[in-house]
Every structure is written in C-alpha cells, then in structure tokens.
C-alpha cells in the first residue's frame, strides 16, 4: 500500500482537492478519504494509477516489514517494470503493482541459487535506485547472513557509477560499503549456493576478482561483463 500521509501531500502539493483527486484517480471522495486516512488499502490497478498520476518514484513506494521470497519469473519481471532493459520484455501488466527496488534487492540476495542474469542486473538496480533505503536493505541482509552478497553488489554498483562519472551515487555507494563493512563474514558465499562443484570453487578461489575476495563471495563477475548497466 502507499502511506495515506504520503498520498495527502501528494495531492496537496498539485493543489487538488480530494474530489478533483479522485477524479483523476477514477474512484469516489469518500474512497480516497479512506486511502488517505489509511483505512483502505489501493488494489494493484488502482496503485499503478496513482504511481503515474502523482508521478512518485519507486524507491517511495511502502516497504513490508520484512523481505519475502520471489521465485526468478517475479524478479526479473519487476525488474524489467522498473526498467531493467535485460528483462524489459517481462515488464508485467497494470495489473500488477509496482515494487520498491530495495524490497526486490533483498528478496534477490535471499534466493539460495540465483540465476546468473539476474545477478547480473542487481548492480544495475543498486546504480539506477541508489536512493533506495540502504538501511533497510542492510538489515534485511544481515538478517539473513548475505551481507556479503550485498557488499560485492554495491562494489560493483559503485564501479559502474564510477565509469558513468556519476559522484553523488559513488559517495552514496561508497557510504553503504562502510556500512556493510564491520559486518562482512568470513564464511564463504556465494550466489549459485551449493550448486557450485568443489572444482568450481577451487577455480573461483583463484580467478575471482579481488573485491569478491575480500567480500569472501565465489564470483567471477566484473563490471565489464555487466551487459544491460545504461
């Protein structure tokens, strides 16, 4: 759902009235008065509506209180609704509601064995939605011991907000690296979980870059092997 506050100010900031609102919105007064009251909740059509009408970023969108799991079919279709141009063709319909970066940013670190396209466009989304809650995201993380995954994320988020010239997003970047810092495991990880072979590992061990090293991750993925970054 989308705080009622939120919704208040949104409206008030455009100058309309709760009746003009709902006009635009295609629903009553009294309806809108309970969304912005908090006493209904927006069903998904209507909440892609109000997206677009009050023009608010995904990254305000509500966050549950803790991540849930998504299989790969949902993520990278949210991530191609968020504009993601590796899954933009899994966009899903208005009839699905859109998601908070940071809440399909925790889901994927959770998933046991991620598929590697997916990996692959999680740096994007840290770039792209680098406003996203941080502090959120890190909880979740650690919650769940993959805050080692998130740090080689936001690395390689970081690199290619670097090559971009974007400063603002590397400080911001930069700035959840140290976050993350005092709590990087020293367990290894990775994102294939145990579908890796010991052979595999071994190789990775050796051949991984050396931030993945330092984030004890089993990665071989590098910034220039990221395909759908702009």
């Given at each position: 759902m989308v705080d009622g506050n939120r919704l208040r100010a949104l409206r008030e900031q455009r100058g309309w009235t709760q009746r003009q609102a709902a006009r635009r919105l295609g629903v009553t007064q009294a309806y809108l008065s309970m969304l912005e009251s908090g006493r209904r909740q927006a069903p998904p059509?209507?909440?892609?509506?109000?997206a677009r009408?009050?023009?608010?970023?995904?990254?305000?969108?509500?966050?549950?209180?803790?991540?849930?799991g998504m299989a790969d079919a949902e993520l990278a279709e949210a991530l191609?609704?968020?504009?993601?141009?590796?899954?933009?063709?899994?966009?899903?319909g208005s009839e699905s509601p859109p998601r908070n970066p940071a809440e399909l940013l925790a889901a994927a670190l959770c998933v046991p064995t991620l598929d590697a396209r997916l990996v692959e466009?999680?740096?994007?989304?840290a770039l792209e939605?680098?406003?996203?809650?941080?502090?959120?995201?890190?909880?979740?993380?650690k919650l769940r011991d993959r805050q080692n995954r998130l740090g080689y994320v936001v690395v390689l988020a970081r690199k290619l907000a670097e090559k971009s010239n974007r400063p603002d997003v590397v400080q911001r970047l930069v700035e959840v690296e140290e976050l993350l810092e005092p709590?990087?495991?020293?367990?290894?990880d990775?994102?294939?979980?145990?579908?890796?072979?010991?052979?595999?590992?071994?190789?990775?061990?050796?051949?991984?870059?050396?931030?993945?090293?330092?984030?004890?991750l089993l990665t071989d993925l590098t910034v220039e092997q990221i395909q759908h970054a702009s």
């Amino acid at each position: 759902m989308v705080d009622g506050n939120r919704l208040r100010a949104l409206r008030e900031q455009r100058g309309w009235t709760q009746r003009q609102a709902a006009r635009r919105l295609g629903v009553t007064q009294a309806y809108l008065s309970m969304l912005e009251s908090g006493r209904r909740q927006a069903p998904p059509r209507l909440l892609n509506t109000m997206a677009r009408l009050f023009d608010f970023p995904a990254t305000a969108l509500p966050l549950p209180p803790t991540a849930g799991g998504m299989a790969d079919a949902e993520l990278a279709e949210a991530l191609g609704g968020l504009g993601y141009s590796g899954f933009r063709h899994l966009a899903p319909g208005s009839e699905s509601p859109p998601r908070n970066p940071a809440e399909l940013l925790a889901a994927a670190l959770c998933v046991p064995t991620l598929d590697a396209r997916l990996v692959e466009a999680l740096p994007w989304l840290a770039l792209e939605y680098s406003d996203l809650d941080w502090t959120w995201v890190v909880r979740e993380a650690k919650l769940r011991d993959r805050q080692n995954r998130l740090g080689y994320v936001v690395v390689l988020a970081r690199k290619l907000a670097e090559k971009s010239n974007r400063p603002d997003v590397v400080q911001r970047l930069v700035e959840v690296e140290e976050l993350l810092e005092p709590s990087r495991l020293a367990r290894e990880d990775s994102f294939a979980g145990n579908a890796l072979s010991e052979a595999e590992r071994r190789w990775l061990r050796q051949s991984r870059p050396a931030e993945a090293r330092h984030w004890n991750l089993l990665t071989d993925l590098t910034v220039e092997q990221i395909q759908h970054a702009s």
